[in-house]
Structure formats: C-alpha cells, structure tokens
C-alpha cells in the first residue's frame, strides 16, 4: 500500500472514531433528586459524549454548559405550542431568554430547538396538530431576526408514528395519510431553512406492544428471516423503520433532507424485556454499527441515546418501564458495561455524588402481613414514591410479601430524604441500618441534592391512585 492509499485509510478510520464518538444522549430532569447540572455536564465529558437533548431551556441547566464545548440542543415543551404559534413577538422573546442569551454572553454551543416532542401523538388526540407548525415558523423567523438563523436550526422530534408501509418492506413507506399534508408543509419547511428531520425510534415499543413481535428482529446481532425489499437486506427493525422514514421522504421529493435520531434506546426494568442484559445488547450493538448506516442511508447515523439517567418522576401511563431508560442509575453509576466507540474503558461513572446516611425503611419483623393497613399503607406508598421494579419480570420479582412492602415502604421514605416521619407507617414499619437489597433487587439509597423538599411526615394513609399501586394490591392479594 503507497503513502497516498495508507493516508487515506488513516483519515477514514479516525473519521469513524469521530463519528462514533459524537453518539449523543438525552438528559431529563423528571426525578425527585435529580443530579446537579455541573455532575452532569462533567459525566457527559467523562465519558466522550459530545452532544446532549434537553427537553426545556432553564437557565440553571443551560448554564452549566457553558465553554464545556458539548453541543446542546433545547427543548420547547409542548404546552407552549399554543402560545408561540398565536404570539410573534412570544417567540423573539423565547429566542431571546434562552437561545440568544446563552449563546452570547454564556458560550453555551446551542445547535437546535426542538419546537414540541412528538406533538402528533394518537394519545394527544390532535391537540397540537394546528399549533406545531406556527410554532415552528415563528421560532425560526425568531431566530433570524437574533442574528442565529444560520448557526441554530429549528426541528420538531416526532414519534415514528407519522410514517408508515403497507408492508413489512420499507419501500411501501409514506406519511400517515391523517397528517400527510401537514407533514409535507413541515418538511418543506425543514427543507428550505436547511434544518433536519428529527425522528424518535424505539424497537423495545414494537417488542412491548406486540407479543407476536420476533424479539431477534429488535436487535442487531442477526436475524434468521431478513427481510428483503428491492435488493435490500434488513436484519434489523431498526434499519427497517429508519429507512420507511427515508422512502417517505423521497417519495414526496426531499430525499437529500438530513435525519437525526433524537431517542433511542432500551429500558433495564419495569417489564420483562426490559433489563441491563437486553439494555446492554441493544445500545452496544446499535453504537457498534452507528457508521453503517442504512441500506437506503449508508454512512454515519445522527443520534442521542435515551437516556442518560434514570427519572423516578416521569409518567408511567405508557408502562413501568418509563422511568428506566437511563445508562445511568439516577445516582450517575452505570447499569452496564457500554463502550461509546472512543472509549474503551466503558462508562464512567458520575463524581462528587452523596448519598443520605445508610439506612433504610422496611416492614417490622413484628408486622403481621393479615394486618388490614399492609394494602393501604403500601398504596400510599406507592402512589408517592417508585414501586415500578416490583412486578412479573423485573429486577424485584424474586421479592417475597413482606420484601415487595419492604420495598414501597422504602421508596418513599428514601425520596422524602429519610425524614423520620416517612417511616411510620402505623405498626408496620422500622428503620434499619442493613442493606435490605436481595439479588438483583437493590433498595435505593437516596442521593443529596440541593434545596430538595422533605416530606411533611403527616398522614401515611390516602386514596390507591395510579397502574402501579394497582398492581401492587394485585401482587400483595396473590402472595398474602
């Protein structure tokens, strides 16, 4: 091999290192002691990860990126739609508080806005479908009149629902024909002011909504029934997905439009495909293999990994499994083994994290399970806390009775900070200084965090509310 042919491998291969290496991660803020903004930006440096997506802009958190060099891109909650489509001079003023403001005088290197998050949501029942759009045009023009219009662009993260195929074949793609005139407004739109096409893709969802779904076909480490479309090999779903997305692009005349990937990834509990095993095979595999790209889109894939933590106090309508996404446990330890491409040690853990004193609230060994408050007392709970790894198939399943009480019970006394008060529960619980943890099964421990509210310790006793707590009294009537 000559100089000129040797040379050009060398810059390939370091193009490839680079590419990996750019994986970014979305960072959300729903838990009740979320980890301090500085840890975080310092965790994404730790470990090689140039790029993050924030679901809102607060100041706090966006300042503490500044000068850290890892590319941001904001969020506009999808309440805000409304507002901002009916309001020009609302949106200059959005621009102008957490775009403008942060780019100059705080060196935070904003890339994108995202206008909503997967607005057009079947579950939203079309309420953002005549806001979106407005929204996004006038963050836009917002952003050209700041002087930002050629180094922020605009996009609109949208769940892969808005396309579809007749078939299992790619080729038969197209926009849902509910949305497919607003969607080629939108496009077009992206197209003209050279913004990118931001898709959330989630093969766990197919695997979780469909029992008759080929769980291989969900990863990407072979598939014995490859599907075959024009030529085309796909061992993958999500190859199959993404490239449904690029045939409904093409089809309707924005086949060079840019697509980012703005969440995917694998849960690790609250269902039983969703663990650190399934995590780890899913997230390596689909980083291994982030230069391939595509059968229709080969070369490097744009993407953030969801998620970077844990959150204890997201919504678990969709499922349990909601407020396990993260790499990361909510306290910035890994859950496994991940290699990002650049770095080979795997992850990194979070620094200057502490923890509250080690000790933990748990059923009393006097307790009588027949005790009529167990079900009430275990409700309340859960209602207020995170019983959501209890359950068939998650990480607590190897719980007895009086372990899966044990455990609510602790929840909530670990996110009411140890408070005295959240520890008595009426003849039935203690605080212990044993790490009650059984297996695979860990009882948190709680992290400090600045200015989190305590609870009031007043009364242990409320209204069931909620999927977990019926499925806690639904455990607790087959094991009592």
């Avoid at 662009?153 to 197209?174: E, F, I, M, R, W």
Wanted: hydrophobic content about 40%; proline content about 6%; aromatic content about 10%.
């Amino acid at each position: 091999m000559g100089f000129w042919e040797k040379t050009a491998t060398v810059l390939v291969l370091l193009l490839m290192v680079n590419s990996v290496h750019s994986i970014g991660a979305n960072w959300g803020t729903q838990a009740t002691h979320p980890l301090a903004p500085s840890i975080i930006v310092k965790l994404l440096k730790d470990n090689g990860i140039q790029k993050v997506k924030l679901f809102d802009a607060e100041a706090r958190v966006l300042n503490a990126f500044s000068g850290s060099g890892i590319e941001v891109m904001v969020g506009i909650p999808n309440e805000m739609l409304s507002l901002l489509a009916n309001s020009v001079s609302a949106a200059e003023r959005w621009v102008e508080r957490n775009v403008s403001a942060h780019v100059s005088a705080n060196g935070v290197d904003i890339r994108y806005v995202a206008v909503g998050n997967e607005p057009f949501l079947s579950s939203y029942n079309g309420t953002f479908l005549a806001t979106t759009y407005p929204a996004l045009q006038n963050i836009q023009a917002a952003l050209i009149k700041a002087g930002l219009g050629n180094k922020v662009k605009v996009t609109v993260p949208l769940n892969a629902d808005v396309y579809q195929s007749s078939t299992a074949q790619p080729s038969t793609g197209d926009f849902n024909p509910d949305i497919h005139s607003l969607m080629l407004e939108i496009v077009n739109f992206l197209s003209l002011n050279g913004a990118p096409f931001t898709v959330n893709i989630y093969p766990f969802i197919s695997l979780y909504n469909d029992p008759n779904f080929p769980i291989d076909y969900a990863f990407f480490d072979g598939y014995p029934s490859p599907i075959e479309d024009n030529g085309k090999i796909y061992t993958n779903v999500f190859d199959a997905n993404y490239d449904t997305l690029v045939w409904s692009l093409q089809k309707n005349g924005f086949s060079n439009l840019t697509i980012i990937v703005g969440e995917i990834g694998w849960p690790t509990d609250g269902d039983r495909n969703a663990n650190a095993a399934s995590a780890q095979r899913f997230n390596q595999g689909f980083i291994s293999r982030l230069n391939q790209g595509t059968p229709m889109r080969p070369g490097p894939v744009d993407a953030y990994l969801f998620s970077l933590v844990d959150e204890d106090a997201k919504s678990i309508q969709p499922g349990n499994f909601e407020r396990h996404w993260g790499i990361f446990n909510y306290d910035g330890t890994p859950k496994y083994n991940l290699s990002l491409g650049g770095n080979s040690r795997g992850l990194v853990p979070a620094s200057n994290v502490r923890y509250l004193q080690r000790r933990w609230c748990v059923m009393s060994p006097t307790a009588s399970l027949e005790d009529p408050q167990v079900g009430l007392s275990v409700s309340y709970a859960c209602a207020r806390a995170d019983c959501t790894k209890l359950g068939f198939g998650t990480s607590c399943s190897n719980l007895d009775a009086r372990g899966n009480i044990s455990y609510a019970f602790n929840s909530y006394y670990q996110i009411n900070n140890q408070l005295e008060t959240a520890c008595r529960f009426p003849n039935l619980s203690v605080v212990t200084t044993s790490d009650p943890s059984v297996g695979t099964c860990k009882f948190g421990l709680m992290i400090e965090t600045p200015g989190s509210v305590r609870g009031n310790g007043g009364v242990l006793l409320g209204k069931p509310v909620g999927l977990v707590v019926q499925m806690i009294v639904f455990l607790f009537t087959l094991l009592l």
